[in-house]
Every structure is written in structure tokens, then in C-alpha cells.
Nanobody, 123 residues
Framework: QVQLVESGGGLVQAGGSLRPSCAVS????????MGWFRQAPGKEREFVAAITWSDGRTYYADSAKGRLTSFRDNAKNTVYLQMNSLKPEDTAVYYC????????????????WGQGTQVTVSS
């Protein structure tokens, strides 16, 4: 079993920054991919970013490129999503998840999820 605990969401004005985190515990493997998804009310969960646990390679959705950065701290078993230049359309619940197969841009690939953290961007 893998447990994911998220924190670091909040309310911020447009143009501001937040840095949600995702602490991982339990059974872990270097082959994991940690993904970030978001889900706005009435919408499907959509891919935002992913990072490989072994070597930190990152992948981003087009909407995230240039503004969002994912990085990991292996010593703390934690991954982060640095979010800059936030826009109102970034408002959503952000989830981290663990995938062990591809494609990691699809939510159904993920085996484990955190509880989600709310990000609200005011205009």
C-alpha cells in the first residue's frame, strides 16, 4: 500500500504563487511516476504534470508549461508542485497520484491518490 498526503493549497490572487506538496509513505519503488492532476467543479480530472521518482524527469501539460514546476525531495519522500503566475482558471482541487505504468497522462493509469488540496485563484 502507498499513502499520499497532500497539503499546501489555498487562496491566492491572480499572479500569485502556491506550492502544494505530496508526502509519500508505505511501499515505494524507484519506478514510480508521481503525477499531478486537477479537477474543477463539473469537469473531469485533467493531467497537469508528472515526475519520475528515480531521476526526476518532468512532463507537463501545455497549460502548465512555463508556470508550474514539479520537483522532488527524495530524503523527505515528498514531491512538490511550484505554481507561479496563477490564473483564475487554475482554480481546482489538485491531486497527486502514483502510477507504475504508462501512459501517466491519464487518470485511470494511477493506482493511488492523495486526498486533494484546494487551490483557489481570485481575479
Amino acid at each position: 500500500q502507498v499513502q499520499l498526503v497532500e497539503s499546501g493549497g489555498g487562496l491566492v490572487q491572480a499572479g500569485g504563487s502556491l506550492r502544494p506538496s505530496c508526502a509519500v509513505s508505505g511501499r515505494t519503488f524507484s519506478s514510480y511516476v508521481m503525477g499531478w492532476f486537477r479537477q474543477a467543479p463539473g469537469k473531469e480530472r485533467e493531467f497537469v504534470a508528472a515526475i519520475t521518482w528515480s531521476d526526476g524527469r518532468t512532463y507537463y501539460a501545455d497549460s502548465a508549461k512555463g508556470r508550474l514546476t514539479s520537483f522532488r525531495d527524495n530524503a523527505k519522500n515528498t514531491v512538490y508542485l511550484q505554481m507561479n503566475s496563477l490564473k483564475p482558471e487554475d482554480t481546482a482541487v489538485y491531486y497527486c497520484g502514483v502510477a507504475m505504468v504508462v501512459p501517466f497522462t491519464i487518470a485511470t493509469t494511477y493506482h493511488y491518490w492523495g486526498q486533494g488540496t484546494q487551490v483557489t485563484v481570485s481575479s
